[in-house]
């Protein structure tokens, strides 16, 4: 199926959007936006330094329909989510967002109530748009680069007046390999410190529970579940976290949780694969020991 990307120049999300495609075709095309080389061998290329979605719905419409693309693919990311919709009614195309699986025969899964159940669509039409959920597909590791002919963009009816890019440190809490997340059970923010040093030693980022940032402990950026970030690292480290279901869909696809919590009957004991038992208190720098011991 002719099949056409429509991604920020990131070589993590074109890499995973680039193995999505692979099961529509062999070789897809791309409308890559920002500055900066394509990377990954694709069949045309397009590219534009409009980054405002408003600006990109006309210009991109008349391309997929002048090309007859049958699939586009997207990230859930501002980009995405902010194209998907208009891109939709413009084309009177079926979106499917979210999607986190694909299967033969065209169809894909999507989760909902915040990840306790999964709703399997079959497509059935062309176009189609889907957006893909982060870190469900490995990215495919790109080599070389594409060159492009610019997207003509026309007059911008949106000017973009300043933007404030998010002051995060260290490794980006979607990015982590390892994640060290705190709750309302580490009762100040203080002990935050020892979760830092924690994820330190692993390489790792530190994440929060809602009750953490509804207490202001930890900035809202660092939120982890449905209104918060979705994240799908190795390890989960769940501390002083009750295990909300709110919470929970946001680490849906983490592939090892690790809950510590004084709580026996804490729901997060439901989703862990490792449970303790405990105070953090003890556990947390018991831990830490450790991890330092092994390097
Ligand atoms: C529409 C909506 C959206 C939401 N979105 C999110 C979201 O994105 N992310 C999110 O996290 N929540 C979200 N929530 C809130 C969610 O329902 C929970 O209220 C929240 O996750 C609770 O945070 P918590 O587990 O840190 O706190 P609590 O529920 O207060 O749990 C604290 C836990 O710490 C344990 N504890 C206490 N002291 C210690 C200790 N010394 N050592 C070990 N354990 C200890 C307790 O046993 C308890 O289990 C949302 C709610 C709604 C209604």
Known sequence: ????????????????????????????????????EIPGSFGRAWQSAATVSANLVVPITQLIQQEGYEVI?????????????????????????????????????????????????????????????????EPEALAG?????????????????????????????????????????????ENFALLQEMADLLNGAVGASRGAVDEGWASPTRQIGQTGKIVAPDVYFAVGISGASQHLAGIANSKCVVGINKDEEANIFNRARFGIVSDYKKIVPLLTQAIREDR
């Open 1 to 36: 199926m002719k099949t056409l990307i429509i991604e920020n120049i990131d070589l993590k999300k074109i890499g995973e959007l680039m193995t999505v495609s692979r099961l529509f075709c062999d070789t897809p095309d791309i409308i890559a936006l920002g500055d900066g």
């Open 73 to 137: 693919l997207m990230s859930v990311s501002t980009l995405g989510t902010g194209l998907a919709g208009p891109l939709s009614a413009a084309l009177s195309a079926p979106v499917i967002t979210e999607v986190t699986a694909i299967h033969p025969d065209m169809v894909v899964d999507r989760p909902v109530y915040g990840g306790k159940a999964i709703i399997k669509y079959k497509i059935e039409s062309t176009p189609s748009l889907l957006t893909i959920r982060r870190k469900y597909f």
């Open 145 to 189: 680069t594409t060159p492009s002919v610019p997207l003509e963009t026309g007059d911008e009816k949106v000017t973009l007046v300043s933007e404030k890019i998010e002051q995060t440190e260290g490794i980006p809490l979607e990015d982590a390999a390892v994640i060290v997340s705190g709750g309302r059970g580490m009762g100040d923010p």
